[in-house]
């Protein structure tokens, strides 16, 4: 995860300075960034006024995470420090989950806490491959009954009905369940 910190009052100049900065960051790394972008500088107008704001420009990561420009770098930092640690299995579902409801960042903490009770079934891509899997492995019709009226089912109507009306959802990594 990257963000482009720019000094707003720089900015608000008609200057653009600022500089892309790594997440998860260190106290010392981070101070060393605002000092590069002019935080904490005299104005040049010589107003006597101090550079003391920053927002982010722009921002980049691999989860489909929104950043807005005054979100909290702190917060953030939290974040990306959490999504360090996920294993491969768990960063998928988190990706899952946000595609699916686009949490706040004040909220993911949260959600990477929680990532236990949802469970994402890889396997599962399109709405056809979920009527398949809800009537054959989830146990929504007995066997018998779907033996002899197999012929007549739309797997994939069915898959997008129950989309739509259950606790998951299809995402482009696959089906996922919320299981609170």
């Known amino acids: 995860m990257r ?4 000094n707003l009052g720089r900015y608000n100049e008609g200057d653009l300075v600022g500089e892309w900065f790594k997440l998860p960051y260190t106290n ?15 104005r040049e107008d010589g107003s006597g006024g101090v550079y003391e704001e920053y927002f982010i420009t722009d921002y980049e990561n691999d989860l489909g995470l929104k950043v807005d420009e005054y979100e909290s770098l ?3 930092n939290e974040v990306a420090k959490c999504v360090d640690s996920l294993n491969a299995r768990d960063l998928q579902v988190l990706q899952a989950v946000i595609e699916m409801d ?3 960042i004040s909220d993911m903490v949260e959600v990477i806490e929680n990532l236990e009770k949802y469970t994402l079934h890889v396997d599962i891509k399109t709405f056809n491959d979920l009527g398949h899997y809800l009537i054959h492995d989830a146990g929504d019709f007995d066997t018998y009954t779907v033996e002899t009226l197999e012929s007549y089912l739309d797997y994939e109507s069915y898959g ?7 606790d ?3 995402t482009s990594f696959g ?3 919320c299981c609170e």
């Open 3 to 6: 963000v482009y910190l720019t």
């Open 28 to 42: 010392e790394e981070l101070n060393a960034v605002l000092k590069r972008i002019g935080i904490g500088e005299c």
């Open 74 to 76: 702190s917060e953030l």
């Open 102 to 104: 686009s949490p706040n």
């Open 160 to 166: 997008y009905d129950q989309d739509s009306n259950s």
């Open 168 to 170: 998951g959802t299809l």
């Open 175 to 177: 089906w996922l369940e």
